[in-house]
């Protein structure tokens, strides 16, 4: 988990270093009619006039603080930044990963009975389509179209429902694949047998089978994260709405490499925790896995 | 040769011929219209894609503009068209970039010795934790915005996953038993890698491929969707969905069709790499 966050760290300062251009310019505009001195005492103030291996280390000292750096365009600390923009995409998220478990779950019921076929063409065209499509379709139709929610982003909650459903539906196909095909693999399984044989019906046995398939589902969850936030880029873009999202195209815009940076390393970070957390998740699941003999 | 080896060279062979493979045949089509598009633009839309008319602006899709005009009347039927070279061009492009240095680099990490591959393997295992389209959008920001920039980031952010495969499948053969055959035949040792390793990674990794490209075009699009690629009046897909989101509520025809465009060749890439993959 360390040598994640340390090899993310690492590949953000790389990038850093990689950046052509000074920058200066980034901070104080390229145009900025500004003498060599005052560039100096930017220079100095930031310390780039180090060398890279002690800025290096004083970059993963900072980190282990909890101080991300500062940013060249808001002049601000990154994490005051980054602060400010997270509430909108973690409600987005968290209202797209649970509309997305809901519409796969939705999906594997029906596709025990006769629309199996029907589920997976729909599932597979719900994984190809691009988020900045699907969510430009549900603004023609929806707010457009039918006038039930706004167009552009308010504070109102109903704002909330077109994008976390954009963002939700490939979430939805892919959970909803794994789901059904962990869901299958466990009902030819002998016990699925046993547990029928002892007369319970199929709700019976999907409680059953459900949980063979969860853990199959949670080594999905790094892959969600990534789904969840690389979209939110997007979605965000589509639907006008504030957040981390923006937030780093309009850093990356402006080759404010401080926030790009942090965001890669907080990515890092989450991914992470939330491997670990799934990986205790499988455990409380299968309990073949907890004592390390796996069957 | 096959039978008596398992994993022995069957790269280039295709699923054998079902009833099943329908699906599968229709995706083919489909992209072979697709590329016919994006190598022959002017067979299928004589016009030219960035040709404006004052007259005909924002019309809906009828018989002359099958797929409406955008503000400055321009057909969109006919940017769709000549923008197919674009963005399959570029989702084809960084899959073959990836999958040749991912490839590559896996192959070159499953025979290196232990430390070495080591490294790589953590540094893979790095790379794979940030979402791809993170790191896509981080090499853009190392290199600037631009059509290229968007060819190199996608490729170089999907090779984790190529040189991952490439890795684990090398390690299994070079224990395999043709390999060591060869290796007491006293091969040397890049004829080996030649001959025997690389002709059976192409397999897997071409599997990985038709999977990927679908991922590649959306990438692509999406980072021209936000500027990043193309310069506007460029038709590639992605920029004609920005261009058409400041119209959807007047011209809805002008975002819709670029976007269906991606969409059928996503869906028609992954049902062929399903099919190449074995799994209907």
């Avoid at chain 1, 940013?71 to 987005?92: C, F, K």
């Avoid at chain 2, 060819?151 to 996953?161: D, G, K, S």
Wanted: glycine fraction near 12%; charged fraction near 10%.
């Amino acid at each position: 988990m360390l040598v994640v966050l340390w090899g993310a760290a690492t590949l953000a300062f790389l990038a850093l270093q990689l950046v052509p251009g000074d920058p200066v310019d980034t901070i104080l505009g390229v145009d900025a009619q500004v003498g060599e001195q005052t560039r100096d005492r930017v220079r100095e103030e930031l310390g780039l006039g180090l060398p890279a291996w002690l800025r290096y280390l004083q970059y993963l000292g900072g980190l282990l603080v909890g101080d991300l750096g500062t940013s060249y365009q808001a002049r601000q600390p990154v994490a005051e930044v980054i602060g400010s923009a997270v509430a909108p995409t973690l409600q987005l998220a968290a209202a797209a990963l649970g509309l997305a478990v809901l519409l796969a779950l939705i999906g594997t019921v029906l596709s025990r009975g006769a629309l199996r076929g029907v589920v997976s063409a729909v599932e597979l065209v719900a994984a190809s389509t691009p988020t900045f499509w699907s969510g430009l379709l549900l603004i023609t139709v929806f707010s457009f179209g039918l006038g039930w929610f706004p167009v552009i982003a308010t504070r109102d909650a109903s704002s909330l429902v077109l994008p976390a459903l954009t963002l939700a539906i490939p979430v939805a196909a892919i959970l909803g694949q794994v789901l059904r095909e962990g869901l299958d693999a466990a009902a030819a399984e002998p016990f699925a047998l046993t547990v029928r044989a002892r007369g319970a019906g199929p709700l019976r046995l999907l409680g059953h089978t459900l949980r063979h398939a969860g853990v199959g589902t949670l080594a999905l969850a790094g892959y969600l994260l990534g789904s969840l936030l690389g979209g939110a880029v997007l979605v965000e873009t589509v639907f006008g709405r504030a957040g981390l999202g923006r937030m780093v195209l309009t850093a990356i815009l402006n080759r404010d490499l401080p926030v790009v940076m942090a965001l890669v390393v907080l990515s890092g970070l989450v991914f992470a925790v939330l491997s670990q957390v799934a990986d205790l998740g499988a455990r409380a699941l299968d309990p073949r896995l907890r004592d390390g003999t796996s069957g | 040769m096959s039978a008596v080896v398992p994993g022995a060279r069957r790269a280039l062979v295709l699923p054998r011929w079902r009833p099943g493979a329908v699906p599968a045949l229709i995706a083919a089509i489909v992209l072979a219209l697709l590329l016919l598009a994006a190598l022959w633009p002017s067979l299928i839309a004589p016009g030219s894609p960035t040709a404006t008319d004052a007259r005909a602006g924002t019309l809906p899709p009828d018989s002359a503009h099958w797929f409406g005009t955008d503000r400055s009347g321009r057909d969109v039927f006919t940017r769709v068209v000549h923008g197919a070279g674009a963005s399959l061009g570029l989702g084809l492009g960084a899959t073959g970039l990836a999958l040749v240095a991912g490839g590559l680099l896996g192959a070159l990490a499953g025979l290196a010795p232990r430390r070495v591959d080591g490294v790589l393997a953590r540094a893979v295992d790095v790379l794979m934790a940030l979402p791809e389209f993170l790191v896509a959008l981080l090499l853009i920001a190392i290199l600037g915005p631009g059509t290229g920039s968007v060819l190199v980031a996608v490729a170089l952010a999907a090779v984790p996953a190529y040189a991952r495969v490439a890795r684990v499948r090398t390690q299994q053969l070079a224990r395999s038993a043709f390999v060591e055959s060869a290796l007491v035949l006293g091969q040397r040792p890049w004829k080996r890698v030649l001959r025997h390793v690389l002709p059976n990674l192409l397999g897997p990794l071409l599997t990985m491929a038709a999977l990927g490209l679908g991922t590649a075009i959306v990438s692509a699009a999406g980072l021209g969707f936000l500027g990043l690629g193309a310069t506007p009046p460029a038709p590639e897909w992605g920029v004609l969905l920005s261009e058409g989101r400041n119209l959807l509520g007047t011209a809805w025809w002008v975002a819709v069709f670029p976007g269906a465009a991606i969409t059928v060749s996503v869906v028609c890439a992954s049902v062929l790499g399903r099919w190449l993959g074995g799994r209907r």
